[in-house]
């Protein structure tokens, strides 16, 4: 186990209108904003998307994905955390479950998600972090690298 101690720094509520694209909005604004290491909560709608909702095969490096391409209006709720990547840009991994009449899924939100009617999200900044997403050789994905820190 790793682990990395910091403290609350700012808090943003974001609201994405109809049709704004909910991964490349959050990029965006982290960015802007230059919040390095974080969280995210959001809930709303979703009109389209692509969820992936875990490997066939539970092996390392993870392969053939369910990939599941969302259309329609599908409810939304979920999670995000934000470390910077290699070159210190801010990198986010986003987690949820989408819903619409009695299909549910959950995974991870990836590529493209457009909002439909409203997504409410706060972003807490957390400071003073020991974290970076890097990729891990051995699994093939970029992970949260934590460093002891008080």
Do not use: N, Q
Not at 11 to 37: H, Y
Not at 120 to 146: M, N, Q, T, Y
């Amino acid at each position: 186990m790793e682990y990395s101690e910091g403290r609350l720094g700012r808090v943003f509520v974001i609201r994405l209108e109809d049709g704004e694209d909910l991964i490349s909005s959050l990029d965006r604004f982290l960015a802007e904003k230059e919040v390095a290491s974080g969280t995210i909560l959001f809930l709303g709608a979703l009109r389209r998307g692509r969820l992936i909702a875990g490997p066939r095969e539970p092996t390392i490096p993870p392969t053939s994905p369910f990939v599941e391409d969302l259309e329609g209006g599908w409810e939304t709720f979920g999670v995000a955390t934000i470390y910077p990547g290699g070159g210190g840009e801010p990198r986010v991994h986003i987690h949820a479950s989408v819903g619409r009449s009695d299909k549910v899924l959950t995974g991870c939100l990836r590529e493209r998600a457009d909002t439909y009617l409203v997504v409410e999200a706060v972003v807490f900044e957390i400071l003073g972090l020991g974290a970076r997403r890097l990729l891990d050789e051995r699994s093939g994905l970029c992970l949260p690298v934590l460093e002891e820190r008080f």
